[in-house]
């Protein structure tokens, strides 16, 4: 299937797709900030920026795009147009993740990572079921967590 739109016009949109404050980071933000969680923002310090650091937990939380981070979800399909790059580049950040993932263990901190299909587009009955998945797993002893949508 052909684009709707020019290859140039694409590459202007991608290009706009920013990597902080997305829709997804600015809900879970409000709605643990309202649970009484305080947090840092984009830690230079810690290996992968952190979208959010709860020091208070020694935990940090990424808020990861279904289609940048290659989840396995109705969120996530590969492009049809240019393969070799776009596998290349999605597989690039998986491999990364995993890296920052291992290095942010071994400094003792806990690592969760929250998909965007979680709250995007989402009543807020279902947000509210991943905050509390969330604050259960903050509240838990597990080193690593992963929240998907349903």
Known sequence: ?????????????MSRIGARN?????IIR??????????RLYSKKLPGTPDL???KFKTVIFVNGCFWHGHNCKGFKWPSQNREIWRKKINDNINRDKRNYM???????????????AVRDKKAVDIE???????????????????PGK
């Open 22 to 26: 997305t829709k997804p980071e600015r």
């Open 129 to 147: 079921d991943c905050i509390n998945r969330i604050l259960s797993w903050l509240y838990s002893n597990a080193a690593e967590g992963n929240i």
């Open 1 to 13: 299937m052909a684009d709707r739109i020019s290859t140039e016009h694409r590459s202007w949109n």
């Open 30 to 39: 409000s709605y643990l900030h309202r649970s009484g969680i305080r947090f």
């Open 53 to 55: 650091v709860l020091a």
């Open 103 to 117: 290095l942010l263990n071994d400094l003792n901190w806990r690592v969760l990572t929250v998909w965007e299909c």
